[in-house]
Antibody, heavy 122, light 106 residues
Framework: QVTLKESGPVLVKPTETLTLTCTVS??????????VTWIRQSPGKALEWLAH???????SYRTSLRSRLTISKDTSKSQVVLTMTNMDPVDTATYFC??????????????WGQGTLVTVSS | SSELTQDPAVSVALGQTVRITCQGD??????ASWYQQRPGQAPVLVIY???NRPSGIPDRFSGSSSGDTASLTITGAQAEDEADYYC??????????FGAGTKVTV
């Protein structure tokens, strides 16, 4: 079955770089029209889309965070990595990875990881 | 960047019907997908595309779209449907955006 699992630090200091890994199973990151997206949710707030990467290496980033985000994949390891530089306390959130399926008319996220809470504090 | 607008909260009596709307320019070109999130849990996909339900999602959930507005309808709401619901869409530059969410109280 399809599963995704986020891993990374639970606590980072301000100005540090966050590196999160999403390890997937049950599908291949080389499957057509398939990819992984990262989404975060600050405590008590709405979901916020961050970035995605498709099997053809097409990437997209949230405009307001573009300068701080990098997404990459290692198909052989079934992993997608998101890095976010210059972390700030406002970046404290639960970070989710999810499988994205894309067509010309819509994207959607059919499987999600459980999420990982990242706290930014000195 | 695109924006999607949702009503913050709606309430529905047990067994009645509720419609949740999502408005945004990107919806004129792209379909929305809808996610249910219960407290402390990861979101769950309930509707995608024109009106597609993933396996395991009850048929009381349905989706529709007209112009710049997408809608999620729960027909015969159950107690377990009480949750936050988020719409999502891509835009012409392949970026994604979520609505701010609608809290449904049953």
């Amino acid at each position: 079955q399809v599963t995704l699992k986020e891993s990374g630090p639970v606590l980072v200091k301000p100005t540090e770089t966050l590196t999160l890994t999403c390890t997937v199973s049950g599908f291949s990151l080389s499957n057509a029209r398939v990819g992984v997206t990262w989404i975060r949710q600050s405590p008590g707030k709405a979901l916020e889309w961050l970035a995605h990467i498709f099997s053809n290496d097409e990437k997209s980033y949230r405009t307001s965070l573009r300068s701080r985000l990098t997404i990459s994949k290692d198909t052989s390891k079934s992993q997608v990595v998101l890095t976010m530089t210059n972390m700030d306390p406002v970046d404290t959130a639960t970070y989710f990875c999810a499988r994205i399926l894309g067509t010309s008319l819509y994207y959607y996220f059919d499987y999600w990881g459980q999420g990982t809470l990242v706290t930014v504090s000195s | 960047s695109s924006e999607l607008t949702q009503d913050p909260a709606v309430s529905v009596a047990l067994g009645q019907t509720v419609r949740i709307t999502c408005q945004g320019d990107s919806l004129r070109s792209y379909y929305a997908s809808w996610y249910q999130q219960r407290p402390g849990q990861a979101p769950v996909l309930v509707i995608y595309g024109k009106n597609n339900r993933p396996s395991g999602i009850p048929d009381r959930f349905s989706g529709s779209s007209s112009g710049d507005t997408a809608s999620l309808t729960i027909t015969g709401a159950q107690a377990e449907d009480e949750a936050d619901y988020y719409c999502y869409s891509r835009d012409s530059s392949a970026q994604g955006v979520f609505g701010a969410g609608t809290k449904v109280t049953v």
